[in-house]
């Protein structure tokens, strides 16, 4: 029986590098699983949301073709749904370390607020 793959864990920097340097690829989806109302508070710049609550209904809707990273508030929450979505067929998942809590602190684009039509919804195949 294959061992399952470990949680590939990352740093804000390098998640918000990799949105950003995606040269002949799809770049990686940031996927938010707090809850509505944190996401409304603050959220990291690009994130669509994907809450735990909706998660293990929903978690099918999410591109398995596209390398996701998965962000709470501190990555704790985040971690645990990267590590169903390797459990479940979805090969490139990583968590990010310290969550939207480090991204804030490492100055990183930021929004709050409700969301833009279409800013926190799933991308449509």
Known sequence: ???PRAVEVVDVIEAARRMADTPGG???????VREVNEF???RAEGAVLLPLSDFLA???ELPP???LLLICATGSRSFGAADYLLR???PRVANVQGGTVAWARAGLP???GPPAPGEHEL???
Do not use: S
């Open 88 to 90: 479940n067929g979805f």
């Open 58 to 60: 929903r978690y099918r």
């Open 123 to 125: 991308p449509q195949p």
């Open 1 to 3: 029986m294959e061992r």
């Open 40 to 42: 409304v508070q603050l």
């Open 26 to 32: 799809a770049a990686p989806l940031l996927v938010d």
């Open 110 to 112: 930021l929004r709050q």
């Open 65 to 67: 073709d596209r390398p």
